[in-house]
């Protein structure tokens, strides 16, 4: 429904089971970037100060409180051994955008599942399952580059949120770099942002 663009990447595959604990380098330092990153603390005094949430960010197959269709989790596709980044587009940037960063989490699990930065903000629109090629990914929790789809533990309700974060200016920083840096970066740019929740069930 959604053809990759000749430039695009392939955003990942779908991942053994896994649960939403995880012992990597560096997990407690990201884990206490992504509850910066995704509560009131995340623009702190003497960054960005209180930045609006004037952006709309929607998407064609998922909806705003809803569970996050199959596809876009780790039980993925029925049939298919593969899960795939939902597509997104939005409206509303601020006139002095000069970039756009994803940020995809659980908050109560800080835990980050993709970050995307360095898009174009005349996009207007990101496609399932791929990265323009201009773009970088950033590490996610996992320590991978890549969209790590959410996976919750049966009975387990979890809230999926999408943040698109304007910026003035580009992050910079090369593909693979660090989840911190990456969130450290946005917060020191951002200058408005949008938010889409869904949920595990």
Do not use: K
Not at 134 to 149: F, I, K, T, V
């Amino acid at each position: 429904m959604f053809p990759a663009l000749p430039s695009s990447r392939i955003t990942g595959a779908h991942p053994a089971p896994r649960t939403l604990t995880r012992a990597l380098p560096g997990a407690a330092a990201a884990g206490a970037a992504v509850l910066l990153a995704t509560g009131c603390g995340f623009f702190a005094p003497g960054q960005n100060g209180d930045v609006p949430d004037s952006i709309n960010l929607s998407s064609p197959l998922i909806q705003a409180g809803q569970p996050l269709p199959p596809a876009y989790t780790c039980d993925g596709e029925e049939g298919e051994d593969q899960a795939y980044s939902p597509p997104l587009s939005w409206s509303g940037l601020p006139e002095n955008t000069e970039s756009i960063a994803l940020v995809v989490d659980d908050p109560e699990a800080a835990e980050v599942f993709w970050v995307l930065h360095d898009l174009d903000p005349q996009a207007g629109e990101l496609r399932q399952n791929t990265v323009p090629g201009d773009a970088r990914q950033g590490l996610n929790s996992a320590g991978e580059a890549s969209y790590d789809p959410p996976c919750a533990q049966e009975g387990e309700v979890r809230q999926y949120r999408f943040t698109l974060y304007a910026l003035d200016s580009p992050l910079g920083l090369p593909e693979g770099s660090e989840l911190d840096a990456v969130l450290e970066g946005i917060a020191d740019r951002a200058v408005a942002r949008g938010s889409l929740s869904t949920t595990s069930e």
